[in-house]
């Protein structure tokens, strides 16, 4: 989508620093960080939401899950543990509406959030 900040992201049209990337998702630190290690994970292909995850998507979550565990054995947060986060909607708290994973890590984090 020409209009989304992640898609801009995702293509190139806004450089940012890919602490990985490959033929389905990009990884990139948040840019207002919560934690020590704030990364979100991507798929380059927009998807609005959660709520779109269907039949022929929905091994994105799934290989976002892979990445993510391989950034926190190669960041070195795989021991601590850490936290996958998706936000879906208003009440969930999305701000961006293309789909992502926050990867959140390098403190204890708080259950229940708020
Ligand atoms: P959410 O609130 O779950 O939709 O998460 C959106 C996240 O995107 C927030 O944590 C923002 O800090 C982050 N964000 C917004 N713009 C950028 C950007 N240009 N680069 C990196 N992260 C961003
Ligand atoms: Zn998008």
């Known amino acids: ?15 940012t620093e890919f602490l990985y990337e490959d033929d389905k998702v990009v990884a990139f630190k948040d840019i207002e960080p919560q934690a020590p290690h704030h990364i979100l994970i991507i798929p380059k292909e927009h998807i609005d939401s959660a709520l779109e995850i269907n039949d022929a998507n929905c091994d994105i979550p799934g290989h976002v899950f892979m990445v993510a565990s391989k950034l926190a054995k190669e960041l070195g947060f795989a021991q601590d543990g850490f936290r996958i986060v998706n936000n879906c909607g208003r009440d969930g708290g999305q701000t961006v509406g293309h789909l992502h994973f926050h990867i959140l890590a390098g403190r204890y984090l708080q259950w229940p959030p708020g």
């Open 1 to 15: 989508m020409s209009d989304c900040l992640f898609c801009k992201i995702a293509n190139g049209d806004i450089p």
